[in-house]
C-alpha cells in the first residue's frame, strides 16, 4: 500500500524555485536535487535547493546526471566540487544513468550508443569510486526499468552492490533489475503535485521505515 511508503521528491531546475518548508509540510520526509551534468555544467538551482532542504530540515540527497561523452573524471571531479561536502543527515549521492540526448540532436540519438559496450562499465565503476573516496559514502545508482540491462548488459551485477533508485510508473510496485533482490528508493510518478513546487514534480518512495531512511543517512 501508498500508505506504507516515505515520501520524498527529485527536483533540478526544471522546477526553478522550491519553497521548501511547505515541501516538508506537505508531508515529504527526503528530497534529491540535480547537482551537476556531464564533465562542466552545474545545476543553476542547485546552491538554492541544497541550502533550502538544509534550512527546512529534508533529508536531503545530490545526484549527478551521466554523459558518456565526457570523460568520467572531470564528471566526478564537477559534481564533487559543486557538492563539497556531505553533513551529517546526508543522503548518499546518486548516479542518474538513462539516456543521453542532446537537445540540440535533431535525430534524438542516445549518445550511450556511442560508447562500445565494452567500455561503459569501466566508465561508471570509476565514477562510483571516485565519489565515493571524494564524498565519503558509497553512491546509489538511478535508473529507469530496462534501461540499465541493455547498457551494461551481464556486467550490470558489478554495480548491483549499490543500493538501487528505480524509475518505473503507473505500477503497483516497480520491476527490479536482474542482480539487485530489492529497491531502495522508487520514483513512481514525473507528474506530481506538491505543495511548494509551481509545476509537475517526480515523487518518490523509500521502501522501508523512519529508522532505515535514517540509518543510510551520513553519521
Given at each position: 500500500?501508498?500508505?506504507?511508503?516515505?515520501?520524498?521528491?527529485?527536483?533540478?531546475?526544471?522546477?526553478?524555485?522550491?519553497?521548501?518548508?511547505?515541501?516538508?509540510?506537505?508531508?515529504?520526509?527526503?528530497?534529491?536535487?540535480?547537482?551537476?551534468?556531464?564533465?562542466?555544467?552545474?545545476?543553476?538551482?542547485?546552491?538554492?535547493?541544497?541550502?533550502?532542504?538544509?534550512?527546512?530540515?529534508?533529508?536531503?540527497?545530490?545526484?549527478?546526471?551521466?554523459?558518456?561523452?565526457?570523460?568520467?573524471?572531470?564528471?566526478?571531479?564537477?559534481?564533487?566540487?559543486?557538492?563539497?561536502?556531505?553533513?551529517?543527515?546526508?543522503?548518499?549521492?546518486?548516479?542518474?544513468?538513462?539516456?543521453?540526448?542532446?537537445?540540440?540532436?535533431?535525430?534524438?540519438?542516445?549518445?550511450?550508443?556511442?560508447?562500445?559496450?565494452?567500455?561503459?562499465?569501466?566508465?561508471?565503476?570509476?565514477?562510483?569510486?571516485?565519489?565515493?573516496?571524494?564524498?565519503?559514502?558509497?553512491?546509489?545508482?538511478?535508473?529507469?526499468?530496462?534501461?540499465?540491462?541493455?547498457?551494461?548488459?551481464?556486467?550490470?551485477?558489478?554495480?548491483?552492490?549499490?543500493?538501487?533508485?528505480?524509475?518505473?510508473?503507473?505500477?503497483?510496485?516497480?520491476?527490479?533489475?536482474?542482480?539487485?533482490?530489492?529497491w531502495t528508493f522508487w520514483q513512481y510518478t514525473e507528474k506530481g503535485s506538491v505543495d511548494g513546487v509551481?509545476?509537475?514534480?517526480?515523487?518518490?518512495?523509500?521502501?522501508?521505515?523512519?529508522?532505515?531512511?535514517?540509518?543510510?543517512?551520513?553519521?
Open positions: 500500500m501508498a500508505d506504507d511508503f516515505i515520501e520524498g521528491i527529485d527536483v533540478s531546475s526544471n522546477q526553478g524555485l522550491v519553497d521548501w518548508d511547505s515541501v516538508v509540510e506537505a508531508g515529504k520526509a527526503f528530497a534529491f536535487a540535480r547537482a551537476t551534468i556531464g564533465g562542466h555544467a552545474a545545476d543553476p538551482q542547485f546552491a538554492a535547493n541544497w541550502q533550502g532542504m538544509s534550512d527546512a530540515g529534508i533529508l536531503r540527497g545530490a545526484y549527478h546526471f551521466f554523459w558518456p561523452l565526457t570523460p568520467w573524471q572531470d564528471q566526478a571531479t564537477n559534481f564533487i566540487k559543486t557538492v563539497g561536502a556531505l553533513s551529517l543527515g546526508d543522503l548518499p549521492p546518486a548516479l542518474d544513468l538513462e539516456e543521453a540526448i542532446s537537445k540540440s540532436d535533431p535525430l534524438k540519438r542516445d549518445t550511450w550508443q556511442d560508447i562500445p559496450a565494452g567500455q561503459r562499465l569501466s566508465m561508471i565503476q570509476n565514477w562510483l569510486a571516485q565519489v565515493e573516496v571524494g564524498l565519503g559514502m558509497r553512491p546509489i545508482i538511478y535508473t529507469r526499468q530496462n534501461f540499465i540491462e541493455s547498457l551494461l548488459g551481464d556486467s550490470v551485477s558489478t554495480v548491483a552492490t549499490c543500493p538501487l533508485w528505480i524509475a518505473h510508473y503507473e505500477v503497483l510496485q516497480p520491476s527490479v533489475p536482474p542482480n539487485w533482490t530489492s509551481r509545476d509537475t514534480v517526480d515523487c518518490d518512495r523509500f521502501s522501508g521505515s523512519n529508522t532505515d531512511l535514517q540509518s543510510l543517512t551520513r553519521s
